[in-house]
């Protein structure tokens, strides 16, 4: 299995090659892929040393598998060159999420969705991740109607210049800004670019892509996506009105029966998800797990998860692993 890593020195790239190494992947040739500064730097692979090449290479090279996280530019004009040498593409952008010739896949949810002749497939965004991890097993039993979600980001989820912004501000130093305002003591209501209807690309991001993943457009979303100062792992405060009522022992079995996510909700201990506890973790783990009292059939959860693993980097091997197992790479 000859895997090529498109953006292997980034904060997402250095994270898939763990987790491929972490999970025994089968690499019986790594080309890790860079830009041209980045060319013949040594990166480090179950003990061996393999040489970064540039995109040009990298095509030539005619991988079976290349997981990309290089920006939506990069695979907007890359992913097609690579899946016409042959090359089944796994991108973690937004390039190709909402395409609709694409699929958009979350491995225990939708993996079937999958065939041989998919040679681009989108990586969903870190948040929808693991919201829909949460959110499947309750909407196939109860039917979701409207969903309110409220993210709470953290700074990894912007690059290496965010975190690099919080160290600073968090050490009394002056670098370099990621964002226009301070990070630190602060929370900035403003993920991705502003659009025009007022939301900002991150908010829309949560309404449009977990009704392609859950092949269902009749429930509405509506979100609110905030950066806080923490180093890693998402959070998110989520409400959803069910069309049939519920019983909240059901609810916990159900989520803790899906696989990849963990419930963590026992108040007496104040036991509940915290980034903290997430960092580092593929699982989702859920918790204050809650009825809203204010309408019937209607849900509050609380779901955290590291951005950079299952909402990125291991969601993407998982897409790879799924691939192999059932004989789709050409």
């Not at 003990?47 to 598998?65: F, H, N, R, S, W």
């Not at 996280?69 to 390039?95: H, I, M, Q, R, Y």
């Not at 010739?101 to 969705?113: C, H, Q």
């Not at 912004?165 to 929370?187: C, D, H, S, T």
Request: hydrophobic share 40%; glycine share 6%; aromatic share 6%.
């Amino acid at each position: 299995m000859k895997v090529a890593v498109v953006g292997a020195t980034g904060m997402v790239g250095t994270v898939m090659l763990k987790v491929l190494e972490e999970r025994n992947f089968e690499v019986s040739e790594l080309i890790p892929v860079a830009s041209k500064r980045s060319e013949g730097k040594l990166l480090s692979f179950k003990g061996k040393q393999y040489p970064c090449v540039t995109l040009e290479t990298a095509v030539e090279m005619k991988a079976d598998i290349a997981l990309f996280s290089a920006g939506g530019d990069t695979s907007l004009e890359w992913a097609p060159k690579f899946a016409d040498a042959g090359t089944t593409v796994v991108d973690n952008s937004s390039a190709w999420r909402m395409d609709p010739s694409k699929k958009l896949v979350v491995p225990e949810i939708n993996g079937d969705v999958l065939t041989a002749e998919d040679k681009i497939i989108a990586n969903p965004n870190c948040s929808t991740i693991q919201l829909v991890m949460a959110l499947a097993p309750l909407h196939d039993k109860y039917k979701m109607k409207r969903l309110i979600v409220s993210t709470y980001q953290s700074v990894s989820g912007t690059g290496v210049k965010a975190v690099q912004q919080l160290e600073n501000e968090i050490q009394g130093v002056k670098g370099e800004m990621a964002y226009p305002y301070p990070i630190g003591r602060n929370a900035l209501p403003h993920c991705d670019i502003f659009l025009e209807n007022g939301y900002t690309k991150e908010e829309m991001k949560l309404v449009k892509e977990p009704k392609k993943i859950l092949r269902d457009e009749s429930f509405s979303v509506t979100a609110t996506a905030v950066r806080i100062p923490t180093a890693g792992g998402h959070s998110e405060s989520v409400n959803v009105e069910f069309e049939n009522d519920f019983d909240l022992s059901d609810v916990r079995k159900l989520l803790s029966e899906m696989p990849g996510v963990v419930v963590q909700d026992n108040l007496e201990t104040n036991t509940y998800p915290m980034p903290i506890y997430a960092h580092d973790k593929d699982e989702v783990f859920v918790g204050r797990i809650r009825r809203d009292e204010s309408q019937p059939n209607t849900l509050n959860l609380w779901i955290v998860a590291d951005n950079l693993r299952k909402g990125a980097a291991t969601n993407t091997v998982q897409i790879a692993e799924y691939l192999v197992e059932n004989n789709l790479l050409n």
